[in-house]
């Protein structure tokens, strides 16, 4: 997504359900970062989790000011 790469992640939960994640990347000459985000919400299915991880690291890359944890 432009100059960041976004890897979504699904994971299974004990009860069958799925947790999203993703993480942002970006190299810019000798300065590089990644962070990883993980959500709390669960979901029925692997796809609805991918799904709400590639928007949510959508939004994240295309804020003028992206938020810090």
């Known amino acids: 997504m432009g100059q960041y790469v976004v890897s979504p992640a699904t994971h299974p939960t ?23 985000f993980r959500f709390d919400t669960t979901f029925a299915s692997r796809d609805a989790a991918r799904l709400f991880a590639v928007t949510q690291g959508w939004l994240q890359t295309s804020m003028t000011h992206p938020l810090v944890c």
């Open 14 to 36: 004990a009860c069958g359900r799925f947790r999203a994640s993703f993480a942002v990347q970006r190299s810019r000459g000798e300065g590089s970062y990644c962070r990883v």
